[in-house]
């Protein structure tokens, strides 16, 4: 635990399982949470829902609701998480959906979500805050805006339309996670859509299609996301050679490393690492003997 106050703790939580390609058993949360991914990534099913949950993700967990995990890919996963008290959920939920803050058993109806440029920033402010001991009115108050904002990914009015399920758009969900697994598992060196679309069994038109609309951004600006934000976890992790870095992720080259980490940051990756790195409250980042 990293701090706690205002009926939320923050919790920095990381997890070395092995590889699983079937969900394990049942467990019961213990805590209201919301869960943003640093690095790595598993699929968390809940009911009838599966979800690959990487770093472009914001995920609400309900106290005793039961869930089943696995890690499909090596690495396991780091997340935060914010485990928060009945009263602040029902309340943050109020904010965006009156209707759905009614039971205190389970204040979050909803899932998962996209997480917002905003809300990935004041994930890392608040760890940033944390780790110089900065006031706590400042650690507070970034606290109370990441909870609100991370709720918002998926209370939005907007956002929360596309989760209408049904036997068409649940086959489009579940084409979309395996899409999103495939990605991650090369994201050094990415499959183009054409193969993404072989392996999948349907028309890259329609997966592309189906992505988009299913997701809320296209392939491509997924893809561009999530490597920015695996980026930006190794650069707070002391990465050094930039160029190492570009080529580890899939970039062509520094330049292209450079120009895409900004449109998603707006900051170089060598101001960004400036700025957040070796941060005690983060785990490195893994090498192979932790793989």
Known sequence: MLVESLGISVVDFRCHAHVAAADGVEELNPTHSIVLVRRGLFRRTRQ??????????????????????????????????????TPRALEL????????????ETPFTQGHGLSSQRAVWLHWELLHLIE??????AVEDAMADLASEAIGCIYRPGVRSRSV???????????VEAAKLLISRRLELLPSLTELARVLGCSPFHLSHAFHNTAGLSLR???????????????AAGARSL?????????????????????????????????????????????????
């Open 165 to 175: 399920s049904g036997s068409a758009r649940r086959r489009r969900r579940d084409l």
């Open 243 to 291: 160029t190492e870095l570009a080529f580890d992720l899939g970039y062509a080259d520094h330049s292209h490393f450079t120009n895409s980490f900004r449109r998603v940051w707006g900051v170089s990756p060598s101001m960004f690492r400036s700025r957040y790195r070796a941060s005690t409250t983060l785990p490195s980042t893994p090498g192979p003997a932790d793989v």
């Open 132 to 137: 110089r001991q900065a006031s706590r009115l």
């Open 93 to 104: 939920v109020r904010r965006y959906a009156p209707a759905d803050a009614e039971d205190p």
């Open 48 to 85: 009838r829902e599966t979800v690959i949950a990487d770093a472009n993700h914001v995920l609400l967990f309900n106290e005793a609701e039961p869930y089943r995990y696995a890690h499909p890919l090596p690495g396991g996963d780091a997340s935060t998480i914010l485990t928060v008290a």
């Open 221 to 235: 600006c997924y893809v561009g996301r999530l490597r920015a934000r695996v980026a930006a976890d190794r650069l």
